[in-house]
Every structure is written in structure tokens, then in C-alpha cells.
């Protein structure tokens, strides 16, 4: 089953990295930058990825623990502009610190409490989404999809993003073992709250008048910027599980 996994993710990036390509031959030629960043972008993406998967893979203790690190990293970027993203409000600034600790606690919580076959198949239908929404962009996009929010996102591009995620799920449904409509419907719901996640991360950028959160990550504006889909799918994830298993609870309770 592993090696199965990373034939599947591996595949996927390479599909991405045909589209990054031909994306990029849109591009000026004398845009050479661009295609540079981009490379940097594409092969620390990569990395990422295995890093998280292999931690998944390692159990609980390990990949609870980088949940916690990418939680407590952005959270020291969050504190870096969350006074401009709030408007100089600490009342505001403070809501948003305490949302951020609730998304975060959970998506530590997820991290503990599922199984590594399901937070792989979680983090891969996020990555699929993040991934070829901005693919299928590049190469379609002709809408904006909220350009008050986030410019670069287009209806073409979330879009791609969905349909290649939920390819992504029919590819990994041995990992959670559902039928095809619950497998659907989990891609869909995942990707729902991975988009929520980036543009509320989007929106904080944008009332801060920063572009990335930080420099940590070679072309990817920090950690919040590349886990922010993650950490809100996770979290939601988790909260749905735990709403389920308590109402399960209550309908076996005894009269």
C-alpha cells in the first residue's frame, strides 16, 4: 500500500510539473525569474510533501509533532501581522489569535486521534487541490474567484483543483475503504475547507498589507502560506468526526 501511495502522489506531480511547464512557455521569454522561482517552488513542494507523509507514516507521536511545529510556526507568523490584519483592534487581533488556536488545536487533535491511512488520504486530496488549482489556473484561468481576497485564485483554477482532487480520492479510496459517494462527498467537503482555510489566510495577508507571512519557505511566502489549507481541513475534519461520534453516542444511548 505505501509503495502504492507514493506511485500515486509521485504520478500527480509529475502531471504537475507538465502543466508548470507548459504554463510557464505562456510566460515571457525574458521572464526568467519566474520560471526559476517556480522550479525552487515545484522541488521544495516535493520535499514537503514526502516530509509530511513519511511523519504520518512514522505514527502518532511523529507526525502529532510536526502538526505541532507547523502550528506553532505559523503561529509566530500570524503574531507578526496580526495586529495590521485586525486594524490596530486588539479586540479583533485577539479573535483572530484565539481562531487560529482553535483551528490549530484541532488540527493537532486530528493529527493524534486518526489513523495514518486516513491523514494521508486528508493531506493528499489537499495538496491535489493546492496543486492543480493553481496548474489549471496558469494554464485556463480566466475569472477571478475572489480578487478582493486573493487575485491569483480563479473559478477555472478551483475548479481544475476539485476534479484533480477528486481523482486523487478515487485513487486512494483503498486507504479509507468507503464506497464511491462517501469517497466523493469526503473530497468535496475536504476541499471545501481547504479553500476556506487559504483565503482566510489570504484575507489576514491582505488587511496586513504583507504579500507572504515570512521567507522561511523558498517560494512559498512561509509556513502558514503552505499549510493553511491543511490545517483547516484537518480541523474540520476532526470537529465532523467528533460531532458524529457524539451523536452516535446519544442515538445508542439506552431509554
Known amino acids: 500500500m505505501i509503495l502504492r501511495v507514493i506511485a500515486i502522489y509521485t504520478t500527480a506531480f509529475l502531471l504537475g510539473g507538465i502543466g508548470l511547464f507548459f504554463a510557464s512557455r505562456k510566460q515571457p521569454v525574458h521572464v526568467r525569474h519566474v520560471r526559476h522561482v517556480r522550479l525552487v517552488k515545484f522541488v521544495t513542494y516535493f520535499c514537503i510533501v514526502n516530509l509530511v507523509l513519511f511523519a504520518a507514516l512514522a505514527g502518532h507521536w511523529i507526525f502529532t509533532t510536526l ?23 486588539r479586540i479583533k487581533a485577539g479573535a483572530i489569535v484565539i481562531a487560529y488556536l482553535l483551528v490549530g488545536s484541532a488540527a493537532v487533535a486530528f493529527a493524534w ?7 494521508i488520504f486528508v493531506f493528499l486530496i489537499v495538496c491535489s487541490f493546492d496543486g492543480f488549482s493553481q496548474v489549471t489556473g496558469q494554464l485556463l484561468g480566466k475569472h477571478q474567484f475572489a480578487p478582493a481576497i486573493s487575485p491569483g485564485k480563479t473559478i477555472e483554477g478551483s475548479l481544475g483543483g476539485l476534479l484533480f482532487a477528486i481523482g486523487m480520492a478515487f485513487a486512494l479510496r483503498a486507504l479509507i475503504e ?14 471545501l475547507a481547504a479553500l476556506t482555510g487559504d483565503l ?3 484575507l489576514v495577508k ?3 498589507g504583507v504579500k507572504d507571512f515570512s521567507n522561511l519557505l523558498p517560494g512559498h511566502g512561509g509556513i502558514l502560506d503552505r499549510f493553511d489549507s491543511f490545517l483547516f481541513a484537518a480541523a474540520a475534519c476532526f470537529a465532523v468526526g467528533l460531532a458524529g461520534q457524539m451523536l452516535m453516542r446519544n442515538v445508542n444511548l439506552p431509554r
Not at 502538526?67 to 483592534?89: D, M, N, Q
Not at 486521534?113 to 491523514?119: D, E, G, M, P, V
Open 67 to 89: 502538526v505541532v511545529a507547523i502550528v506553532c510556526l505559523g503561529a509566530r507568523e500570524l503574531f507578526g501581522v496580526v495586529v495590521a490584519a485586525a486594524g490596530g483592534s
Open 113 to 119: 486521534f486518526s489513523a495514518s491511512k486516513s491523514a
Open 178 to 191: 468507503t464506497p464511491v459517494f462517501p469517497t466523493v462527498l469526503a473530497s468535496c467537503f475536504i476541499v
Open 200 to 202: 482566510l489566510a489570504s
Open 206 to 208: 491582505r488587511k496586513s
